[in-house]
């Protein structure tokens, strides 16, 4: 994908980023909660991102740092301006694009459509220093609910020089029918563009290094389901950093990219559409362990612990 350079067009009334129940002194404190692990902040989450609907409005985290403060997440960069941190979105949604930019479309390629939704919070079940727990609905362009999210953030100390990132995601269906996700492979892009998940837009000066247990770099770790993945980076600052991604669900693949941006996705729809069932919601828990430094593949497993994929 390219980067959108088109002016920006004017918002739709049917996406609209307050809630039913929010009025406007709960909607300018909603828009930004940090995360802290140990009086550090590590994390903010953006809850009403005020962007164009082409840029796939959605809550998101970022800046997310390393306990040293090095910066792990890029949003809004002029290559991808519609990846924001670390975020949930997904490209086509029953028909309606929830991730940003150009649609891929089957033998026509990538193509504006007048197909962006958004996905909103609409309200709060807990909000701490160290844990998020909210309500979203994922809608298309006329603002029809195709999905509902329950969704919880968490962040916790991993020793001295890490801390985890834990989201976990009920979906469940709003239309009383399967709801389909898909992805530009799914919809006849080659090359194993299976992205839309939890994406994670890393923070990188030069390319980083990717690898699982058995796999080194982007060929050979795109498409894979290993149980853990990991980046080896280097932030704006020079600070080294260490990414090690867990959480893949049945059926998911890591998506990654290292050369054309850095970037890592649990894929929902890697090669073949995912299904969210009529009365049976799809659950997703995705954990991030953040660390300084670049860690040693060998200590990996242990960093994680039993239930690191969990």
């Not at 079940?125 to 609905?137: G, I, K, V």
């Not at 953030?153 to 990132?165: I, N």
Request: aromatic residues 8%; charged residues 25%.
């Amino acid at each position: 994908m390219t980067a959108d350079r088109r002016p920006a067009a004017p918002h739709r009334a049917a996406i609209v980023r307050e809630t039913k129940d929010a009025g406007p002194a709960e909607v300018a404190r909603d828009a930004e909660e940090r995360l802290v692990v140990a009086g550090v902040e590590v994390a903010r989450y953006v809850v009403r991102p005020d962007l164009d609907p082409r840029h796939g409005p959605r809550p998101h985290l970022h800046p997310v740092r390393t306990r040293a403060g090095t910066p792990v997440t890029d949003a809004r960069p002029a290559d991808h301006v519609w990846h924001l941190g670390a975020s949930l979105a997904v490209q086509d949604v029953d028909g309606a694009n929830l991730w940003g930019g150009r649609t891929y479309v089957r033998d026509l390629g990538y193509t504006w459509r007048d197909d962006h939704g958004v996905i909103a919070h609409t309200g709060w079940r807990a909000r701490t220093t160290d844990r998020l727990e909210h309500d979203l609905d994922w809608r298309d362009r006329n603002g029809r609910t195709l999905l509902r999210e329950h969704r919880t953030v968490t962040a916790g100390p991993a020793g001295d020089d890490a801390w985890w990132l834990d989201l976990s995601a009920t979906l469940s269906s709003a239309t009383g029918a399967d709801v389909h996700l898909g992805s530009p492979a799914t919809n006849g892009r080659p090359g194993g563009a299976g992205y839309g998940g939890f994406f994670w837009r890393a923070a990188a000066t030069g390319e980083p290094r990717v690898r699982t247990a058995d796999a080194v770099g982007e060929e050979a770790v795109n498409g894979s389901a290993a149980p853990w993945l990991a980046l080896l980076g280097t932030g704006p600052g020079g600070g080294a950093y260490t990414l090690v991604f867990t959480g893949l669900g049945p059926g998911d693949r890591w998506f990654v990219r290292t050369t054309a941006y850095p970037g890592v996705c649990v894929a929902y729809a890697f090669d073949r559409p995912a299904v969210v069932a009529a009365g049976r919601p799809r659950r997703n828990r995705h954990r991030v362990l953040v660390a300084d430094g670049h860690l040693d593949p060998a200590d990996v497993p242990a960093r994680l612990g039993p239930v690191g994929g969990a």
